[in-house]
């Protein structure tokens, strides 16, 4: 696993064929004119493409239009992407941007409308300034390099501090595979699709609905599985594209090269996703929740984001309190079937909790484990084969402060 470096093949560039690029557009209108704000994802052969949305009833127009653009089944040549406004609540006018931002894109690709995805990240109900969006795309087009994996996981930033990219590589017969990925996302993170907007690329050649099921599956063990706020965006999406340029035979259901694309899909995932853990909006600590011994792995997974996504367990963390009670009453919450005597949690490897009682331990290594960069909180429920994980963060005055200002 490697992560971005300025002026390598890295994140979205990293497998064979694809390229990117990235601009400042002035879309945010804040005076930041210098900072970059749409990223081009170009693949120099059509590509398979699977996707997947948010779940909120109230859709921005690029998370409509892309959908209705995956339906179509058609091949994908082109991603385009915008932060700093969400093009979201902004009525028939937004489908028109939405639709002219994809265009935009087509035209400087040599593609059609319909071979471009469209994503936007921002303030939500806001129309778009689209003479600097089209401007931007056109200027974004012309320096397109497989170089600029970098920049452009800079571009789709709104609240993160930090780019995310991630890159992992497989063999699979005799061939060699690359899978790459950027993600942003600080806040209104909740496990309601992928929380965030996500980009992979792969130079697999993968039939479309193995594809598809591979990027669901995915999903629900990794971006589903990370809680910042509870708050489920309007624009949540996370796209996979496959180009087949490693040369490689076709992929399908069930093959062993389709088993070895999942595994490092989810390699590339689970970086992102610790990734934007530890970088939530005001987080000072990464949480990481893993839930043994359930009925099945839906309660395991289900204990896990209760555990993670608890105020009182964020705020325990925060302030290195060691209030590890916060931890089972959230489980008692979450819906997961189990016998409290047979229930087992551990802090950073420390036993607190175990057969119905608590352990005796010294309560300042608890407050030295909850000071740690990254919290582990392993739980063992006892009742079952089911597991599952979930991520998180504290809880600081810092992500009050930052939600109170975002759009001043």
Not at 44 to 73: E, H, M, Y
Not at 215 to 229: E, G
Not at 315 to 323: E, I, L, S
Request: one cysteine or more.
């Amino acid at each position: 696993m490697s992560h971005a470096l300025a002026g390598e093949r890295v994140g979205v560039c990293a497998p064979a064929g694809f390229r990117a690029a990235a601009t400042a557009a002035g879309i945010r209108g804040d005076g930041d004119a210098g900072r970059v704000d749409i990223a081009l994802i170009v693949s120099d052969r059509p590509c398979t493409a699977a996707g997947v949305f948010t779940r909120n009833i109230v859709k921005a127009a690029p998370v409509v239009i892309s959908q209705l653009t995956l339906r179509r089944r058609a091949p994908i040549r082109a991603v385009v992407v915008n932060s700093g406004n969400a093009n979201a609540c902004t009525g028939p006018q937004g489908f028109r941007d939405a639709l002219r931002t994809a265009t935009a894109a087509a035209d400087c690709c040599d593609a059609d409308p319909s071979e471009v995805l469209v994503c936007s990240t921002g303030v939500i109900g806001r129309l778009m300034p689209m003479d600097r969006v089209v401007g931007g795309v056109r200027a974004a087009a012309a320096t397109l390099s497989d170089l600029s994996g970098e920049l452009a996981a800079q571009a789709i930033m709104t609240t993160d501090t930090v780019s995310k990219s991630a890159v992992a590589s497989f063999r699979a017969g005799a061939h060699w595979y690359t899978v790459g990925g950027m993600a942003k996302g600080a806040g209104m993170i909740h496990p309601d699709m992928a929380t965030l907007l996500g980009f992979l690329t792969t130079d697999a050649a993968v039939e479309r609905e193995a594809l598809q099921e591979v990027l669901t599956d995915v999903c629900s063990r990794t971006f589903n599985c990370l809680s910042i706020d509870g708050d489920t965006s309007t624009n949540d999406t996370l796209l996979l594209l496959a180009n087949g340029g490693a040369d490689g035979p076709l992929m399908g259901a069930g093959s062993a090269e389709l088993s070895a694309l999942r595994d490092a899909v989810e390699e590339v995932c689970l970086s992102l996703v610790e990734q934007l853990a530890a970088d939530a909006e005001g987080a000072t600590k990464s949480i990481c929740v893993s839930v043994d011994g359930a009925v099945a792995d839906a309660q395991a997974q289900s204990a896990a984001r209760t555990v993670v996504l608890s105020p009182l367990v964020k705020c325990a963390v925060h302030g290195a309190d060691p209030n590890w009670g916060r931890i089972v009453a959230a489980l008692g919450r979450s819906g997961a079937s189990f016998a409290l005597d047979r229930c087992r949690v551990s802090i950073g490897g420390i036993d607190v909790f175990s057969n119905g009682q608590p352990v005796p331990v010294d309560l300042d290594s608890i407050r030295a484990a909850f000071s740690r960069p990254r919290i582990d909180i392993d739980i063992q429920l006892g009742s079952g084969p089911g597991s599952g994980r979930a991520w998180g963060c504290d809880l600081s005055p810092d992500y009050v402060r930052i939600n109170a200002d975002y759009t001043t």
